[in-house]
């Protein structure tokens, strides 16, 4: 039996868990909530750059990505940084809605999923 490994471990929520070959991200927030829709999405795709390569993995690997978008008329916003920090050939299942998250301030917040292969 595998064992469940943990990372960032705060009192509420770790970053990341690892079970079994796969990593389960939390949900990943911008680091400075005053940009637009493209910026926070940078940022929180290079979070989770970051987080996959401590596994062991990267987004080539990315077995399922959920988005959740304050406001959908932002959704084009958000798709730019997407598109362009995505992998040529290995866009992973994805879903994306509106959701009030938990800082007002937030535009966007990504959860993924992904193969350490």
């Known amino acids: 039996m595998s064992s469940i490994k943990r990372f960032h471990v705060a009192k509420r929520l770790s970053d990341m868990a690892v079970y079994n ?21 940078e ?12 596994a062991g993995t990267d987004k080539t690997k990315i077995l399922m990505a959920q ?13 730019k940084a997407w598109d362009a920090w995505v992998a040529d050939g290995n ?11 938990a800082n007002p ?9 992904a193969a350490i292969a």
């Open 91 to 101: 866009s992973p299942p994805r879903a994306t809605v509106e959701a009030r998250l």
């Open 43 to 54: 940022q929180v795709l290079a979070t989770i750059d970051r987080l996959l390569a401590e």
């Open 21 to 41: 070959g796969v990593a389960y991200l939390a949900g990943q927030v911008p680091d400075d909530s005053t940009l637009d829709i493209t910026g926070q999405t």
């Open 67 to 79: 988005i959740y978008v304050a406001n959908m008329k932002e959704f084009d916003g958000m798709n």
């Open 105 to 113: 301030d937030f535009k966007v917040e990504i959860v993924v999923t």
